[in-house]
């Protein structure tokens, strides 16, 4: 009788788990499929964000070109300015003093355009990082989501 019960158990529960297997299976694929949707949507974030860092870039060296030409004619200019103001009067100080701060301000935007030149290309290359690793996980899940 004891064996007769412990055959019968067995029975029920090969029974219940095999009927449920493929129910899990489609649990599984469901929850895969929403992660693989997921993982489309951020690609594609990803890849909108890189392809407007990168269109930027070109516009951001042209501008730390023309800013550093700038601030180099600023500083001839302040240097010719300081130099007059050696052998003239207050007038000349005066001017060379605003000279020198104008060269100084356009220095500065040249150094702040370098490191925003500098930080959208890092930017671009941490989105490339990124975009890679999201394929990454996207190829595994789509391989195990055909297994």
Same mark, same amino acid.
């Given at each position: 009788m004891?064996k007769?019960?412990?055959?019968m158990a067995l029975l @029920?529960?090969?029974f219940e788990?095999?009927a449920t297997? $493929?129910?899990k299976? %489609?649990?599984?694929t469901a929850?895969?499929?929403?992660? @693989?949707?997921k993982?489309?949507?951020k690609l594609?974030?990803?890849?909108?964000?890189l392809?407007e860092?990168r269109?930027? @870039? $070109?516009v951001?060296s042209?501008?730390?070109?023309s800013t550093?030409?700038?601030?180099? #004619?600023?500083?001839? +200019?302040? &240097?010719?300015?300081?130099?007059q103001?050696?052998?003239? #009067?207050?007038? #000349?100080v005066?001017?060379?003093? +605003?000279?020198a &701060? @104008?060269?100084?301000?356009?220095?500065?935007?040249? %150094?702040?355009a370098a *490191?925003?030149?500098?930080k959208?290309?890092? +930017?671009? +290359?941490?989105? !490339?990082?990124d975009i890679l *690793?999201?394929?990454?996980?996207?190829n595994?899940l !789509?391989l195990s989501?055909?297994?």
């Open positions: 004891k007769l019960i412990f055959i @029920i529960w090969g788990s095999h297997s $493929p129910l299976a %489609t649990i599984d929850k895969i499929n929403k992660q @693989i949707n993982l489309n949507l594609e974030d990803l890849s909108t964000r392809a860092t269109n930027q @870039i $070109p951001d042209v501008l730390v070109v550093t030409a700038k601030a180099h #004619d600023a500083q001839v +200019k302040s &240097k010719k300015r300081s130099s103001a050696v052998d003239g #009067d207050m007038d #000349d005066k001017l060379a003093q +605003k000279q &701060k @104008i060269a100084a301000n356009q220095t500065s935007d040249a %150094t702040d *490191k925003q030149l500098e959208r290309r890092k +930017k671009a +290359k941490d989105l !490339q990082k *690793k999201v394929q990454k996980e996207l595994e !789509q989501n055909t297994q």
